[in-house]
DNA sequence: CTGAAAGCGCTTACAG
DNA sequence: CTGAAAGCGCTTACAG
């Protein structure tokens, strides 16, 4: 028989007798045929992989993101390629470029594209792209998050209700811009309050235990220390547990502490923090149907999808 | 002027004429121009994309193993495509499948594989795999893994160095290979300086934090209270803390815990988990080379690889 | 219903 | 030094 039948029966198409197929299917359990993804996907179809840009699998907020990712494509037969791009210009065009020679069906954006060019070069290529937990606010792309600026009013609210003033923000780098609108959210809620945040307490730096530790404790260290800290990201609420151990700072007694993201890291410290949660399933769920499915339009109307964070409170946070 | 002298330019073969080559090069950057991996694999060239299956890519363990992978990986040119198996024997064959049909270089495995079937299949296909972190005995493949046995003799040690007696070891699945090491060279150690270990303070179950809290708090609460519990990874140990903290047992001083791997999580707790570390990028590198670069006479000689694992001494154990 | 033929974008001898 | 031709493993019209 020909291969053009083997093909059309693999493929469930043309009109093929069921004889001829369940022979085929036979022959090909005993040969342990399995067809090639490579050479099919030269012929123009998928190549069944998509690409995940996202600053670091090693971070768990990530690493959840990536799970959940993996999980959903893997059940609709797509395996994912895995970048950390360390939020580097560099390293984020690098791996574009990988990922576009592979030819992937589609790249889930999860990390901040400051270049602007990059993104529009790959919509002209049309390549599927959707932006997950970030936004490229200029740019024709659909994206999923969750409503940064809410998740910073929540906190706010949080805090306020508990009787807290002397408030401090610690944040990543507000060039990103989900930090950014958390911050934008916190402080406007606290302008509505009254309450003024200082200048010297809003400190920004690196996203890692060890730089919120260090930015923490010069926090606490410094005058008019705050009652409470928001912190933008629970890695850096971690490293402000610490800073507060390390002075002998109780918290929540002496000082409370907010995270964000709602990772395990936040069940795992003593006290477990309080934080603002993602719905991370939800998310990767609607971005991986625009990135897939490809609804009706969707080339057309590029959505914008906001989904709502969670306060969960637990045991760093307390009235003053 | 001809493809074939534009692929003889790309791949740096055959003589051109250094004008030609120039001008190919001029015409490729005007023209954006990549090539196709998908195309060139089809011709029997690599795919410069690796697989790596692991139980769990939100488990820090792992995910801490995936992006030390990954810089590695893109380092030379390749992507990984991340695979979490939940060490499910039919999900590791079904993403074995998956990354067989996508015809990548090579799959690092960091699951534990009971069925050997499915790697003598894929030894067959002589699909290069290295194991890491785990290893198949019976199987002729190359592993890179550290020493477990000799991790839970560290254990044992630094706890019977502090006077403890009646201790008590908290497991994952023992058909771990790895696992089984563990509480295999604690226990050997222990016997060594002549204490026993009672059948009943060792329990097993799955590795989570939550199953690690509910066996641990089974042992807290029944009768002879260990003074010491051996985890057989971090979050089991997480499990553990959080379980003697709703037990109000205070940690180290009524109850010594010890983890195993050096995640972030072991820096995070408070107190902060003494664990044994393993080597992460040092296991990883010397996988990856094992799997990309075949060492001459690798195919022949099938290397088992031992690194050395590392007590660090932190705050969740101390003298009795 | 089935199969011969062309083509996807490359690479690899090989003839000139 | 350069280019025409065959082929990698598939899919897709299309003729029979």
Redesign the interface.
């Known amino acids: 028989m020909s291969i053009a039948t083997v093909s059309n029966v693999i493929n469930g198409k043309g009109k093929v007798s069921k004889k001829k197929r369940e022979e085929i299917f036979r022959v090909m359990e005993r040969l342990q045929y ?6 099919s ?2 012929m123009g179809k998928k ?3 998509i690409g995940l840009l996202i600053p ?3 971070n ?1 907020f990530f ?2 993101i ?2 959940s990712v ?2 959903l494509a ?1 059940s609709e ?1 797509y ?6 791009t360390d939020n580097k210009d560099d390293r984020i065009e ?2 574009i ?7 992937v069906d589609g790249i889930l954006i999860g990390t901040g594209v400051e270049n602007a060019d990059v993104l529009r070069h790959l919509a002209e290529k049309s390549l599927s792209i959707v932006m997950i937990a970030r936004e490229a606010a200029t740019m024709p792309v659909h994206s999923v998050l969750t409503d940064d600026f809410k998740g910073g009013a929540l906190a706010a609210e949080h805090l306020i209700d508990r009787g807290h003033r002397r408030i401090a923000v610690l944040s990543e780098n507000l060039k990103v811009s989900s930090s950014f609108e958390r911050v934008r959210g916190f402080r406007f809620t606290l302008f509505e309050a009254g309450i003024t945040l200082d200048e010297s307490h809003i400190v920004s730096c690196d996203s890692s ?1 060890r730089d919120g530790k260090r930015a923490a404790a010069a926090l606490i260290h410094g005058d008019n220390r705050p009652s409470a800290i928001f912190c933008c990201n629970d890695l850096l609420a ?1 490293g402000a ?1 610490q800073a507060a ?1 390390d002075a002998r700072v109780k918290v929540p007694e002496q000082l409370s502490i907010i995270g964000f993201d709602g990772t ?2 936040s ?5 477990e923090l309080t934080t603002i949660a993602q719905p991370i399933n939800q998310m990767v769920k609607l971005a991986f149907d625009l990135l897939i499915h490809k609804v009706e339009n969707a080339d057309e109307i590029k959505q914008r999808i906001v989904m709502q964070p969670e306060l969960i409170i637990r045991e760093s946070t307390c009235s003053l």
Chains 1, 2 share one sequence.
């Open positions: 399995r067809p090639s993804v490579i050479a996907a030269l190549t069944f992989t670091d699998v090693s768990p690493s959840e990536a799970r993996e999980d893997h037969g395996s994912v390629i895995v970048c950390s690098k791996y470029r990988l990922l576009e020679q592979k030819s235990i971690v547990l151990k395990i890291l069940t795992v410290t003593n006290p």
